[in-house]
């Protein structure tokens, strides 16, 4: 990609989901791929230090990962194509496992962004969205039930069939309200020898959350109904 094409690429008019972007930095992401265009297949193995040249394709792949994230509404579809692209299944479903947790109190924050008062009921899911056996990123939802349908209250209370497709009838789009890279300091990493590139994005040692973005659910009315926080892992990184 040549720095005239990524210009053009950013230049789009962006969707209502990519309009927040200040903690994932569009520059930094650029000044990475125009690091490591020199840097071919052919020449990794003349590359004295090869675990920082993996650090940076693991961050590139992320970077990619979150563009795509920040500019789709749904995150499952997401997962899923990338579940395609780099996983051996090319027809992947993605499947959220809910876990039995004690339901956490929501913030006034969350009531504040989903525009409800105290006496105002919300439901909790907590799920591992998973790519055949893999866990992708794991969830927090608070919903407002009295605005999804009956079915839809049902479907996710008793099914593993991912929050976005249950509400894709909504017509509803998502507000980024924050996303914040979990591994700041991946640079400083202690370094690991490389032995196998079958073996690179073990031997980097990530921490198991990578990422963590924060969003808004609408519906095509522009009323909120569910408020995300959402956690990304480090199974990313690793072949599917």
């Known amino acids: 990609m040549t720095p005239q094409a990524a210009n053009r690429l950013f230049a789009q008019e962006p969707s209502n989901s990519c309009r927040f972007m200040s903690t994932v930095s569009i520059l930094s992401f650029l000044?990475?791929?125009?690091?490591?265009?020199?840097?071919?297949?052919?020449?990794?193995?003349?590359?004295?230090?090869?675990?920082?040249?993996?650090?940076?394709?693991?961050?590139?792949?992320?970077?990619?990962?979150?563009?795509?994230?920040?500019?789709?509404?749904?995150?499952?579809?997401?997962?899923?194509?990338?579940?395609?692209?780099?996983?051996?299944?090319?027809?992947?479903?993605?499947?959220?496992?809910?876990?039995?947790?004690?339901?956490?109190?929501?913030?006034?924050?969350?009531?504040?962004?989903?525009?409800?008062?105290?006496?105002?009921?919300l439901k909790f899911r907590h799920v591992r969205l998973k790519c055949s056996e893999m866990v992708l990123s794991e969830a927090d939802n608070w919903y407002v039930p009295a605005r999804l349908t009956p079915v839809m209250n049902k479907t996710l209370e008793s099914s593993e069939t991912p929050f976005g497709k249950v509400v894709k009838p909504l017509g509803f789009s998502r507000r980024i309200l924050s996303a914040d890279l979990l591994w700041p300091d991946f640079s400083k990493s202690e370094r690991i020898p490389v032995t196998s590139s079958s073996k690179k994005y073990e031997d980097l040692g990530p921490p198991y959350l990578l990422f963590e973005h924060r969003a808004l659910l609408q519906n095509a009315h522009g009323m909120p109904f569910s408020f995300l926080i959402e956690r990304y892992t480090r199974n990313l990184l690793k072949p599917m």
């Open 31 to 121: 000044t990475l791929i125009f690091i490591c265009l020199p840097i071919g297949a052919d020449s990794a193995n003349d590359c004295g230090d090869r675990d920082a040249l993996f650090r940076l394709e693991a961050l590139a792949k992320i970077q990619t990962l979150q563009v795509d994230l920040l500019s789709h509404n749904s995150a499952t579809e997401t997962l899923e194509r990338w579940c395609r692209r780099w996983g051996q299944s090319k027809s992947a479903i993605i499947t959220a496992e809910q876990a039995n947790w004690v339901d956490p109190q929501p913030t006034a924050e969350i009531r504040e962004h989903l525009r409800i008062g105290p006496e105002v009921q």
